[in-house]
């Protein structure tokens, strides 16, 4: 490496000899010493020459360069890139009226459409002398930065670093401070997402303490819920056992169907649960392809209008698809999620009287209002935590009064709009108790009005009226009902529908 150094010196030496005793010399090359990516923006550094004041930036994305910058200095940041995106750079300098450029270099930008993003939170809890960290993983890190503060949005230095997603901090913690975490995710490459959104817990207090607290701080009067268990759907006749159903929808003769998702189909069963048919066909995922009409990659989210046509979203086709009740295709819907977003995916789908769809938009964090071929006629949210801001919704349902009720995810929380998209109020917020969840998913309006929420890590489900006050809990220690990982629900005819994924089964619930 010494020797290489010193080569490319004499090289600049010799060179500036040459334009020494010629005044019509060519000038040096500009050298690109490196463009690599960090926190979502290339970085470009390279040499400067002596009596040069101005630095050509030119990018190339497709097929001709094109200037992005002009400067006096020996580096820039290009800021507007897209994850998956290859960028080649060069640098150039105006001699003589001549333009005369470095070397090329390539970079190309992690991710894919939905990008090398900073990490998700999934909860902060203290446990005896310990903080635990836990976060969603991130796709293509190999680690993780944990940043620690005691002041809430400044002064975060590192504390630790985790190869999986949680993190156990034992580092210099003080009884009764209150500690602000941030993270970051690196890929093989060592390059580094920007900064995750804040968390922050108070450690100090015994595990007794915060339970006393939590308690005094969530005592609610729970009222019981007078249920009684039909029967339960686990099997399709020859299509055999259920692989994490997602969603449930039940039409004007009481036909039952359900989203089969990793078997890639719709499954439908007669009112007492015997199986009738099957909807639409799995097949294999090809980059680029448009897939046939009435084929499956991932089912997902159901809906049966007023003339029984059952709506299928597929969260890796990016559309959804309409069938007649036995299952004939009858039309695609494709929605044009706008420049610069990801494809739609579709988790949550409710179709009003006059053919509109309202949707969650989950990877570009909103939810959409559309026409009844897809076209956006409303648009609402952006990603973060304040109203009317999203971090990946789920599900919605629009209740009798025509408000739209969205479950926030990473949030932990209930968000309520009008047809407009003006914000009413939300509830919830991050928990293990009532009234409060862990992740929430699935959401549904009972014939009185209330409001349910399953919550698919705290493996619970839960009432709130209207203003969003919590009712009742099932799933509890004390509840007699055990559920893994519910998320679609369904109130309709006296019955109660529970989508019960990880168990692989729809429990059908008598009320009252």
């Known amino acids: 490496m010494k020797s290489s150094i010193t080569v490319v010196r004499l090289g600049v030496l010799v060179l500036a000899a040459t334009v020494a005793f010629s005044a019509h010399a060519q000038a040096d090359s500009p050298t690109l010493v490196a463009a690599f990516f960090v926190k979502g923006k290339v970085g470009l550094k390279w040499q400067k020459i002596e009596g040069v004041t101005e630095y050509i930036v030119y990018r190339k994305a497709d097929a001709d360069f094109v200037s992005i910058a002009t400067t006096d200095e020996d580096h820039h940041f290009d800021v507007d890139v897209a994850p998956g995106a290859t960028y080649q750079y060069k640098i150039?300098?105006?001699?003589?009226?001549?333009?005369?450029?470095?070397?090329?270099?390539?970079?190309?930008?992690?991710?894919?459409?939905?990008?090398?993003?900073?990490?998700?939170?999934?909860g902060l809890r203290?446990?005896?002398?310990?903080?635990?960290?836990?976060?969603?993983?991130?796709?293509?890190?190999?680690?993780?930065?944990?940043?620690?503060?005691?002041?809430?949005?400044?002064?975060?230095?590192?504390?630790?670093?985790?190869?999986?997603a949680r993190y156990v901090d034992r580092t210099n913690l003080e009884k009764g401070t209150t500690y602000y975490y941030v993270l970051s995710a690196l890929n093989a490459e060592f390059e580094e997402t920007e900064l995750s959104a804040e968390e922050s817990v108070r450690f100090g207090i015994s595990l007794?303490?915060?339970?006393?607290?939590?308690?005094?701080q969530n005592r609610v009067e729970l009222e019981p819920v007078a249920l009684r268990q039909l029967f339960k759907i686990n099997q399709a006749g020859s299509a055999g056992a259920m692989n994490q159903p997602a969603d449930i929808a039940v039409n004007s003769q009481g036909a039952i169907y359900v989203t089969d998702t990793l078997n890639g189909i719709v499954q439908c069963f007669d009112p007492s649960g015997k199986y009738s048919h099957t909807v639409g066909e799995k097949i294999a995922a090809v980059e680029g392809m448009d897939y046939e009409d009435g084929g499956f990659l991932f089912p997902f989210t159901l809906f049966i209008d007023g003339k029984d046509e059952v709506y299928v979203s597929d969260v890796k086709r990016n559309d959804i698809q309409v069938f007649s009740?036995?299952?004939?295709?009858?039309?695609?819907?494709?929605?044009?999620?706008?420049?610069?977003?990801?494809?739609?995916?579709?988790?949550?789908?409710?179709?009003?009287?006059?053919?509109?769809?309202?949707?969650?938009?989950?990877?570009?964090?909103?939810?959409?209002?559309?026409?009844?071929?897809?076209?956006i006629q409303l648009s609402v949210g952006t990603r973060g935590d304040e109203?009317?801001?999203?971090?990946f919704p789920d599900e919605l349902t629009v209740t009798p009064s025509g408000k739209i009720c969205v479950v926030d995810v990473i949030n932990c929380r209930v968000q309520v709009f009008d047809m407009e998209g003006k914000f009413l109020n939300s509830f919830g917020e991050v928990g293990q108790s009532a009234g409060t969840f862990a992740r929430p998913k699935g959401i549904a309006v009972d014939e009185s009005g209330r409001i349910w929420v399953s919550d698919s890590m705290a493996n619970m489900i839960q009432s709130f009226t209207p203003e969003g006050e919590v009712r009742s809990a099932l799933g509890t220690l004390e509840d007699e009902w055990a559920f893994s990982s519910p998320r679609g629900m369904l109130f309709k005819d006296g019955r109660f529908y529970v989508v019960n994924r990880l168990q692989n089964e729809v429990i059908v619930l008598a009320v009252g």
């Open 208 to 216: 007794a303490e915060q339970e006393a607290m939590l308690a005094e």
């Open 92 to 122: 150039a300098i105006v001699e003589g009226g001549v333009e005369v450029f470095s070397a090329e270099k390539s970079v190309t930008i992690p991710g894919d459409a939905g990008g090398f993003v900073p990490p998700t939170w999934v």
């Open 387 to 391: 109203e009317g801001q999203f971090n």
């Open 126 to 164: 203290v446990d005896g002398e310990r903080v635990m960290l836990r976060w969603d993983p991130v796709p293509g890190a190999v680690a993780y930065n944990i940043f620690r503060s005691t002041t809430p949005g400044a002064d975060f230095e590192v504390v630790g670093n985790a190869q999986g």
């Open 325 to 375: 009740p036995d299952g004939r295709f009858l039309r695609r819907i494709r929605v044009d999620t706008g420049s610069g977003n990801v494809a739609l995916r579709p988790n949550g789908m409710h179709v009003l009287d006059d053919g509109r769809l309202v949707l969650t938009d989950t990877g570009n964090h909103r939810f959409l209002i559309t026409d009844k071929n897809g076209a």
